[in-house]
Nanobody, 114 residues
Framework: QVQLVESGGGLVQPGGSLRLSCAAS????????MRWYRQAPGKERELVAT????????GYTDSVKGRFTISRDNTKNTVYLQMNSLKFDDTAVYYC???????WGRGTQVTVSS
């Protein structure tokens, strides 16, 4: 059974940091590029970051470049999203996804508020 479980979300002040984790099971994790998406209230789901199967290549949406870092540890079947210098507009539910699949976690809430 395929499973993706996000964790690490929470409430943080503007300028703060969080690290999200996504633990995967039930498929060959190291064969898949992985992605982080987010969805804010009233907005469509947005691709935030992507990482190649071996972790050597990454990509980001413009609004998070220089602030967010995606990484992975294939020995732990886990993908991470380090988020620094958080802004109000980063508030959303964050989801991980195996690229080109319908494998999704349930999401973790990130709220940036003063």
């Amino acid at each position: 059974q395929v499973q993706l479980v996000e964790s690490g979300g929470g409430l943080v002040q503007p300028g703060g940091s969080l690290r999200l984790s996504c633990a995967a099971s039930g498929f060959i994790f190291s064969s898949y590029a992985m992605r982080w998406y987010r969805q804010a209230p009233g907005k469509e789901r947005e691709l935030v970051a992507t990482i190649s199967p071996g972790g050597r290549t990454t990509g980001y949406t413009d609004s998070v470049k220089g602030r967010f870092t995606i990484s992975r540890d294939n020995t732990k079947n886990t993908v991470y999203l380090q988020m620094n210098s958080l802004k109000f507009d980063d508030t959303a539910v964050y989801y991980c996804n195996a690229a080109f699949t319908n494998y999704w976690g349930r999401g973790t809430q990130v709220t940036v508020s003063s």
